[in-house]
DNA sequence: CTGGGTGCAAAGTATTTGCATGAAC
DNA sequence: GTTCATGCAAATACTTTGCACCCAG
């Protein structure tokens, strides 16, 4: 938490309760959309505003400090900032998975057919969890 | 272009100017916004709707004919189906490109980390192309 | 204190919908 | 002739902005 609270001001972004929260939230469930991110913090935070989490979330990835994650068919999804990972998305619940796989003999891959000075990749799957198969 | 409009045919959808038109744009620029889409279309059918090109890309998604490609900081790109492929986007500038890579690697690891029955993936890397990198 | 953050309401933008007309089959 | 597509306008959804007030530093 402590770390966290470093963190926004390392960033020139003040502590507020309204960013711990968020901060907060990002952490306990991994990636949250905006409206299900809205839905949870009224909890803590009955008059929070939509705009106050927009500006935030907007301040945040343009701090590094959280990532936007787009998947198709769904709204996107926010998560901290952390070490290069990827995403599986289930088609049926929604339901999403970071997964830590080695991606750069593709990354290389790609450097050499596109001759871009590749600087980051996106990289989600979609498919079927399993609790969705066996039900 | 009579493969294509046999295709629309299959799908159950009719064959309008309109949506060669669209179709033949895909075709010839690769990936197009809606906004750019419009732009073009808009000097073959001054009088086209904006409207018309939602429901009609929105209906040829439905059919699997043309995907949807989804990209950080941009408006989603749509292209016609074809095998699977990835994409490069320059930050700069904002071209993008297809490359053909072999993912059965990433994805077999991506199935055993996961437990997901996985259906399909979307493989985006982001950095500068060469034209950015020299000017 | 002082500057940035919050919440509200309003403005802006993006996307979808309903419907009368018109075109494809 | 029937069915579906088009284009317009209206409705909805999504996101940003302006501003008065408030709180963190």
């Known amino acids: 938490m402590i770390k966290d609270i470093e963190l926004l ?4 972004l003040k502590v507020t309760p309204q960013r711990i929260a968020i901060v907060d939230l990002l952490k306990s469930y991994g990636h ?9 913090i009224k909890e803590k935070f009955p008059s929070i505003s939509l705009a106050t989490i927009y500006k935030n979330l907007n301040a945040m990835v343009d701090n590094g400090f959280v990532n936007e994650v787009k998947i198709i068919g769904q ?4 998560e901290l900032a952390k070490a290069s990972h990827s995403h599986v998305v289930c088609k049926e619940c929604g339901v999403m998975e970071d997964i830590m796989l080695d991606d750069s003999d ?11 000075d590749i600087q980051s990749s996106s ?7 399993q609790k969705c198969a066996t039900s």
Do not use: P, Q, V, W
């Not at 001001?9 to 020139?12: I, V």
């Not at 593709?106 to 871009?116: G, N, P, R, T, V």
């Open 9 to 12: 001001k390392e960033k020139g």
């Open 32 to 40: 949250l959309s905006i409206s299900k991110m809205y839905e949870l």
């Open 75 to 78: 709204d996107s999804r926010y």
């Open 123 to 129: 990289i989600t799957f979609y498919g079927i969890c």
């Open 106 to 116: 593709i990354k290389d891959e790609a450097k050499k057919l596109s001759k871009f």
